[in-house]
DNA sequence: ATAAAGTATGAAACGCGTTTCAGCGCAAGA
DNA sequence: TCTTGCGCTGAAACGCGTTTCATACTTTAT
């Protein structure tokens, strides 16, 4: 492989010129400069990246962790990342953690190791105090609201939004209502789960704890969602579901077992896959896109910003 | 930054003896392990990754580029590719390309700069002489048929799914055919089309242009394949369709404009996806996850291997 | 007891580009 | 005419871990 060194001993150079040229430093006269880009074209020279990254510290490339990347949820939050990287001409390395605490402090060992210049985790297991500690080698941003940490994020509230749901359902006249939801444990379900909680409260109504359906992340647990649903006497009206594609099997579901949505059983989605839009299925938006736009800004900005960005509360027909 | 040699002095030995107990090498006495551990656990020092890959000249990171992340298809892929890699101890930079040729290449001159060690590819809109060139610095392996090029691939027989698509429908009774199709370029593409000529000319049917709809890659490309559709005297009576997506699109939309699947039109997906179940739509399986993980095996090996998995024909309600 | 083989360890070279610092030449301002 | 100061260059240091080679000490085999 030929180095920077065969260059400059080539063109006559020292290796400082090369590198300026490399670089496109200014105060270099148009000759040498000319003459050096002929030798590099000529012995089909490239720049070792790897010693670039270890000269500059940096290496342009931003860790992105996040539980699984076959889901639309995901890939279109990383493809919001992606487009900017492109744009500011950041590569991506993805970490998949299936929520393996392990596995998320590996990409933020990462940080350490100066692999990456930063870090974007659209969804996490790992503790605050173990990302606060890695905030010292580099910036990370989170997909959540952090409250009065010093931690860089873009949110929707969606405490708020699962508010306007249930009172949306509860104007339409439904009072029993359930909710799907991804993991107990994460801010945005403990918001939803407190919007809910404080919903039964407010109505006077026992806590069903069977009307709230854990681990619902896709179509096949939109399935299981209506498997448990028929055999329950007492049935919730209404659910909120985690997300669309879950809305998407309950619906189907629904169908086979000879419900009718939203007669038997009224549904609002999350995230407005265009796919709920066909299916007709009332959904509460979230600007993914752009959720994935701002993290890549978020974690290239000099201070610990926080970002709040709408949603969006659009009225179908599965209510 | 405490370095290697900070390690070195402090636990007085030699820069060689850390080395080696970084890399589990064997040789050093047990005694001096500990004591080299013991300040490196001290000074919490960490290698600085971009010296070990400029040393190593390897990254262990492998490029996946791909036209678009937010696609079933391609996440599918992906998600193939990255367990292994995990499994591996292998990082992911993903490029994504919009089959721009300009971002496919800049993705495949990583492998000049050796940033990363090997590039996948799961989808191209660059040439086999580019792809070929750059091959001399590093493995790169394909998702389509290379035929005798020598080229790493993994792929289906899209020339025999098309076929057997096309003769179920014509057993069903079904002659006038049409079909949804990505791009028009792109080797999997090609062999499909030339399934489908085959058969026009095998039925002595003209070839009506009008019933290839191009561009189809999403739910709302479906949509407005059943807009073109309501617009035509002549209408074929079935259609193969690129993906399921597609073919959900599709068949919402046609629920919408009042024709029934498959009364009016009869559809046949591909990839079965998990919602093509729900929504009982006949499809042409692809192996899309062994798929991706046998692109990154492919990629670590060493010769260029090819190898073909087998589709699988999912008879549903939609023909 | 002695050669042969294995175990341990350090010095130095290597991979390679960036950046700082010193210095020279020439032009503009005093 | 003398001083600044900008334009342009190169030597050398720097970032940092790996690996080769030589060397010295132990064992084991003969």
Redesign the interface.
């Known amino acids: 492989m030929t180095n920077i060194r065969d260059i400059a001993k080539k063109a006559g150079v020292s290796v400082s010129t090369v590198s300026r040229v490399l670089n496109h430093h200014p105060y270099v006269k148009e000759e040498k400069r000319r003459l050096v880009e002929q030798v590099i074209h000529e012995l089909n020279y490239?720049?070792?990246?790897?010693?670039v990254?270890?000269s500059k510290g940096k290496?342009n490339?931003i860790a992105v962790v996040l539980p699984?990347?076959?889901?639309?949820y995901f890939?279109?939050l990383?493809?919001g990342v992606?487009?900017q990287a492109?744009e500011k001409q950041y590569?991506?390395?993805?970490?998949?953690t299936n929520y393996d605490v392990q596995?998320e402090e590996e990409a933020l060992?990462?940080l350490?190791?100066?692999?990456v210049d930063g870090v974007i985790i659209c969804s996490r297991a790992s503790s605050w105090s173990t990302i606060e500690h890695y905030q010292q080698y580099g910036p990370i941003a989170v997909c959540e609201n952090v409250q009065n940490r010093s931690i860089r994020s873009v949110y929707v509230d969606h405490y708020a939004a699962f508010k306007q749901a249930l009172m949306y359902l509860k104007e339409k006249g439904y009072t029993d209502i359930g909710y799907c939801i991804g993991r107990m444990t994460g801010t945005n379900s403990l918001q939803r789960q407190q919007a809910y909680k404080e919903y039964v409260e407010r109505i006077n109504q026992p806590y069903h704890p069977e009307w709230v359906f854990q681990g619902c992340l896709?179509?096949?647990d939109g399935?299981k969602v209506v498997g448990k649903l028929v055999q329950m006497k007492n049935r919730p009206q209404a659910l909120l579901v985690t997300n669309d594609q879950v809305a998407?099997?309950i619906k189907?579901?629904c169908e086979q077992a000879g419900m009718s949505v939203p007669g038997d059983l009224a549904i609002i989605g999350f995230d407005n896959h265009?796919?709920s839009s066909?299916?007709q299925i009332t959904t509460i938006e979230l600007p993914l896109k752009e959720m994935g736009e701002t993290l890549f800004t978020l974690v290239g900005s000099k201070d610990p910003q926080k970002i709040e960005l709408p949603f969006r509360f659009i009225e179908r027909k599965s209510v």
């Open positions: 490239e720049q070792n990246i790897n010693a990254h270890l290496t490339m699984f990347i076959n889901h639309p890939s279109l990383l493809e992606a487009s492109l590569q991506l390395v993805i970490c998949q596995k060992h990462m350490k190791t100066k692999q896709n179509v096949t399935e998407i099997g189907a579901q265009p796919l066909y299916l």
